[in-house]
């Protein structure tokens, strides 16, 4: 990009559409781009998509000035979100920005951030504005809002997907790097899959609810949109744990990604709707076909199952009592403001306040569900269940025509999750049609993210794959290499790996085996000296380089470290970074800490 003159600003052309993580660190890093001129080029995409109706409290340049003057007190090296922007749906408080949940007559001015944006903005992201949503997160179309239905990414005739609307086309139109959702029956999934991006649900509980406005509070979450998910997760590594203050929260770890035992697929004829049934069904038999090739080239079996239960455990959340949930925290507000919200929100709220739904309806479904869940948790043990996120889209026209039956069918393969405490990472799958995004969701058990997280890594590459023997010639020109430090994802030298064109595969670790040592050098790296009685295991990255570029890097390896092999917690072993083990001696001994993410934090 070259020197710039002081105060001179860069085209919105200039920076690139897809905003990731590494790409803003890189040109930081650089000096080659300052979060200044980034802040500057967002206003201006903001501006220019304004008919999108993707804000209800749009970028500003003064509302975003105080949090890059914050960024000077902070390293760019400890802060692994330092100078990221990143969007909030407008149900999740920000301080001294009104929340509205899409109703201007609900609004109120938080003092506080919601917890989650807390950590965030302690790690040096940006909040740029408060997104547009279906109100109250009622809804999965985004054409629910006063503020206006938000156009799709892609296509502006179609719907974008909610209730987190405004936040997925945010990113999608590369006004933020990521983006904050909620989901309670799909809504930070659907939008992901309308507009080709990762959208990442953690378990219940697992990232803090403190300073949202609850749909049903049993049952949220705030998840994250984003181009991959290798940036979701760097999010997720900020906001997850337990927040005091939460009664919601509780301790879920992610384990590192791994791969499960089984790959389990609907049984029999997955239903399709909308004007792009036939383009939707046709894209889904296609990834179904991708998944089984690349299961059966790792090992991986594949069942077919009868998911009847994930339908009747859908069915309990809007045909059931815990409607009841969303009145009880809204209602009171309804009541006293009649007419007020938005048509079709208040018809599904005020539903909530049937006399059928008396204390023992809800201990009846409560007693069902803790059945379903029984039954979930043995179907998907040690396994991932792969579905369409969505079996269809509508135009926003088709939607404001038929608002209930066309909402109720984007849940169709959402609604069940939050409610079995399952994970899941909806990821795109090709394109169903042109500029028509279609894309499937992996969903594990709450405590197996690192299943949902391998898995989804996994069938994104075999994706990129043109043929078996294609794969094959690959994987002869290629090597592994396991990464135990500044050449993890996130880190400094994360850019030495992408340079030499290596991928990153997995999270894994080594057999427990091994020492780790923080050796006295600046920056600080880890070393790791295999022992020959104790140790432990070390937690991994496993990468693919390209053979030409192995060498090279090799021999840029400063001592004590070294490549060696690597033994992996399976057995294998891998080309690895091992250290000499004079080097020990003077050095700090972090083995107990198990993983340099724990030794040096981003």
């Avoid at 940036?231 to 990604?257: F, M, Q, T, Y």
């Amino acid at each position: 990009m070259g020197e710039r003159k002081d105060g001179e600003r860069i085209s919105s052309d200039e920076l690139e559409k897809e905003l990731t993580i590494t790409y803003l660190r890189e040109k930081y890093e650089a000096g080659t781009l300052s979060p200044h001129e980034v802040m500057s080029t967002i206003v201006e995409r903001s501006i220019a998509d304004a008919d999108m109706n993707i804000w209800i409290t749009p970028p500003t340049m003064d509302a975003i000035q105080p949090y890059l003057d914050r960024l000077s007190s902070l390293s760019l090296a400890d802060a692994p979100l330092w100078g990221i922007p990143f969007a909030i749906k407008d149900n999740i408080d920000l301080a001294g920005i009104p929340t509205t949940a899409a109703c201007a007559e609900y609004a109120f001015t938080p003092d506080e951030h919601a917890g989650v944006v807390e950590r965030l903005i302690a790690a040096g992201a940006i909040p740029v504005g408060k997104t547009n949503l279906d109100q109250f997160a009622t809804g999965l179309v985004g054409a629910r809002s006063p503020y206006g239905d938000a156009h799709n990414a892609l296509r502006p005739e179609l719907i974008s997907g909610g209730s987190s609307s405004g936040s997925a086309v945010s990113v999608a139109r590369g006004q933020v790097v990521f983006s904050l959702g909620t989901d309670t029956a799909g809504s930070g999934r659907v939008p992901a899959a309308l507009n080709r991006l990762v959208g990442y649900k953690p378990s219940l509980g697992a990232w803090p609810t403190r300073g949202v406005v609850p749909a049903c509070a049993s049952l949220d979450c705030v998840t994250v949109f984003a181009h991959s998910l290798t940036d979701a997760l760097v999010v997720d590594s900020v906001a997850r744990g337990i927040h005091a203050e939460d009664p919601w929260s509780r301790n879920v770890v992610r384990k590192p990604a791994g791969l499960p035992k089984r790959v389990c697929l609907p049984a029999g004829d997955v239903g399709f709707y909308g004007p792009y049934a036939a383009e939707y069904r046709a894209a889904w038999l296609k990834a179904v076909d991708q998944v089984r090739e690349v299961s059966r080239r790792e090992g991986i079996q594949v069942v077919e199952i009868d998911v009847e239960l994930f339908a009747q455990a859908a069915a309990i959340l809007y045909e059931g009592p815990w409607v009841a949930e969303r009145w009880a925290d809204i209602g009171p507000f309804i009541e006293a403001n009649p007419g007020v919200a938005y048509p079709v929100t208040e018809k599904i709220l005020r539903s909530g306040a049937a006399g059928e739904y008396d204390a023992a309806s809800v201990f009846v479904a409560m007693h069902k569900l803790q059945q379903y869940k029984l039954e979930a948790r043995k179907l998907l043990q040690d396994a991932v269940l792969v579905m369409p996120t969505c079996g269809g889209t509508w135009t926003r026209e088709q939607v404001l025509a038929d608002p209930i039956s066309t909402n109720r069918d984007m849940g169709r393969y959402t609604n069940h999750c939050n409610l079995l405490d399952l994970c899941a990472v909806a990821v795109p799958a090709g394109d169903a049609a042109p500029e028509t995004p279609f894309g499937i969701t992996l969903f594990a058990v709450a405590e197996e993210e690192g299943l949902i997280c391998g898995a989804a890594e996994l069938f994104a590459a075999g994706a990129e794959s043109k043929s078996s023997s294609a794969d094959s010639a690959a994987a002869a020109q290629t090597t592994l290499v396991a990464v135990c430090g500044l050449h993890m994802r996130g880190y400094p030298l994360e850019k030495q790996m992408r340079g030499c064109g290596a991928r990153f595969i997995r999270e894994d670790e080594s057999a427990a085996k091994y020492s780790l040592v923080k050796l006295p050098t600046s920056p600080a790296k880890p070393g790791m000296i295999k022992q020959q009685q104790g140790g432990a295991a070390i937690q991994l990255e496993i990468w693919e380089m390209p053979l030409e570029a192995f060498g090279g890097f090799v021999a840029a390896i400063p001592a004590p470290l070294g490549i060696g092999k690597v033994e992996l917690r399976d057995g294998t072993e891998v080309p690895g970074f091992v250290c000499e083990a004079y080097a020990a001696e003077g050095a700090e001994d972090v083995t107990a800490l198990r993983s340099w993410r724990n030794v040096v934090p981003l």
